[in-house]
Nanobody
Framework: VQLQASGGGSVQAGGSLRLSCAASGSVLRIHAVSWYRQAPGRQRELVAEITTGGSTNYAGSVKGRFTISRDRAKNTMYLQMNSLKPEDTAVYYC??????????????WGQGTQVTVSS
């Protein structure tokens, strides 16, 4: 199983970006999905998630500006980021809880995509 993250880039404050994360390989079922970010000198933090039960959760700092979604048919999830702020600058990582067969379930991480927001 591989996760390919894309969509990062450089934007000015107030702009928008949409990140994508596509899963490929032996994917039987995707359970929970999430986006994390890590800014220089800081710990990786959870930005948004869709739980196994289908609930969405957001970090307080992005609530109302970011939207996580998924397309099960394409094994792809997205993070729509609006009203971006300089403090959103970070490397963004996707993580998915995936079963490759009926008996196992593991977490997989994408390679990270850089988001830079200038003031």
């Amino acid at each position: 199983v591989q996760l390919q993250a894309s969509g990062g880039g450089s934007v000015q404050a107030g702009g928008s970006l949409r990140l994508s994360c596509a899963a490929s390989g032996s994917v039987l079922r995707i359970h929970a999905v999430s986006w994390y970010r890590q800014a220089p000198g800081r710990q990786r933090e959870l930005v948004a998630e869709i739980t196994t039960g289908g609930s969405t959760n957001y970090a307080g700092s992005v609530k109302g500006r970011f939207t996580i979604s998924r397309d099960r048919a394409k094994n792809t999830m997205y993070l729509q980021m609006n009203s971006l702020k300089p403090e959103d600058t970070a490397v963004y990582y996707c993580k998915e809880d995936i079963s490759s067969d009926p008996w196992t379930r593991d977490d997989y991480w994408g390679q990270g995509t850089q988001v830079t927001v200038s003031s």
